[in-house]
């Protein structure tokens, strides 16, 4: 797949199929994450990969910023969480830049994903402290996102056609609205 292709093909998957991911993709998952460009090459990230059913259990119940708003995950056979310690990149106008950092390496993570098959589903609503607790994350280190991986079940959830729904996940906004030429 080119790279538009996976860009045009992907879509956040929140229901999986049982099938484990073989550790050759992990590791190439994960390589796509490290050789992400970020602030002064400080590369502030650390990914948290864990495949324990018993703490994707626990992540599914408790991680969810409302109740257990995504409980989805507790099908994936892996959940990788993205956090980083603020400390190792930069703050600029206003901008904490281990977001920024962050998500280009998770985005590469899902993409790099995507091209063998595997789904993913970004998660920014996370109860950051429950979070921390369950997989041992020091005081000072950010959690930025959680995403299961796992290769998409044949059918849809319930779940995933109600957020589908929601967060009208199909739309995008025209170019016309957008993008501005020259000036705002
Ligand atoms: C910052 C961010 C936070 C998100 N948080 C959640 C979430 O907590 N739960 C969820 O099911 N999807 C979440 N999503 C996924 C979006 O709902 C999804 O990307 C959007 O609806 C577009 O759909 P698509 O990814 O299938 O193209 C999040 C996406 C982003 C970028």
Sequence with gaps: MSVLE?????????KYSSKEIEDEKLATILE?????PSWKNKQCWKFILVKNKEKIHQLALKAGFISKANFFIKDAPVVITVCANPKDSGFMNGQHYYLVDS?????QMMFAAWEMGIGSCWLGAFNEKNVKKILQIPENIKVVALSPF??????????AKAVKTFAGSKNRKSLDEIVRYEKW
């Design 103 to 107: 998500a280009i390496a998770f985005q």
């Design 6 to 14: 996976i860009i045009k093909s992907r879509k956040s998957i929140r």
């Design 150 to 159: 796992g290769y998409p079940a044949e059918k849809n959830g319930l779940y």
């Design 32 to 36: 796509a994450g490290r050789l992400a």
